[in-house]
C-alpha cells in the first residue's frame, strides 16, 4: 500500500475550489501538507489558536461565499465537538474538515485502533449524525473534491480522516 501525497491533496482541494486553509499545525499532515501549501499553493493558509475557531472562521468565510477547509488533528476534533455540533449541524454550514490521525497505525481502521483517543472519533460522529470519510493510501484523495462538493452543495459539515501522514 503506497502512502497519500500531500501534493495529491493539495490538489484536489484546488480542484474543489478552496480558497482557504483554517489550521492549527498538526504533526501527521504538516510537513507535507501545511508546508507546501503555505510555500507553493494559491491557497491562503490561516493559521489560528484553536480548532473551533477554525470552524468558527469557515462559517464566516461560507458567510463571504468563500470556500474553506480545516486542517487539525484528531485531538482537536475532540476538543471541537460543541463548537461542530453547533455551527456546522445546527445552523447547517458546509464545515469541511481534514482531521489528521496522530500516530495511527497504517492499515487499522480508527475504530479499531489500540489508541483511544482514535477509537472514539468515529462513534462519536455516528452518534453525531456527522458524515466522515477515511482515506490512508494513494488515490483515496481523489474522494476529497467530491466531498467538498457534496457538503457546500448540503451545507453540512463532512470529517475527513487522514489516516497516515502523507509523503
Known amino acids: 500500500m503506497s502512502n497519500l501525497t500531500g501534493r495529491t491533496i493539495i490538489e484536489a482541494l484546488e480542484y474543489a475550489g478552496i480558497e482557504y486553509v483554517l489550521s492549527v499545525p498538526d504533526i501527521t499532515t504538516s510537513e507535507n501538507v501545511l508546508k507546501p501549501l503555505m510555500e507553493v499553493s494559491p491557497i491562503k493558509v490561516i493559521q489560528v489558536c484553536k480548532e473551533d475557531e477554525g470552524i468558527s472562521i469557515a462559517a464566516g468565510l461560507y ?68 458524515p466522515y470519510s477515511y482515506i490512508e493510501k494513494n488515490g483515496d484523495e481523489q474522494k476529497i473534491s467530491k466531498i467538498i462538493e457534496n457538503c457546500y452543495k448540503k451545507c453540512k459539515p463532512h470529517v475527513i480522516l487522514i489516516g497516515g501522514e502523507p509523503t
Not at 463548537?83 to 458546509?94: D, G, H, K, T, Y
Not at 481534514?98 to 455516528?126: F, M, N
Request: aromatic fraction near 2%.
Open 63 to 130: 458567510a463571504t461565499n468563500k470556500k474553506s477547509v480545516v486542517l487539525i488533528q484528531h485531538t482537536g476534533l475532540l476538543d471541537s465537538i460543541n463548537c461542530l455540533r453547533a455551527v456546522s449541524m445546527e445552523i447547517q454550514n458546509p464545515t469541511v474538515l481534514l482531521v489528521g490521525l496522530l500516530r495511527h497505525e497504517p492499515g487499522i481502521q480508527p475504530k479499531d485502533s489500540s489508541r483511544y483517543g482514535i477509537q472514539i472519533i468515529t462513534p462519536i460522529l455516528d452518534s453525531m449524525n456527522v
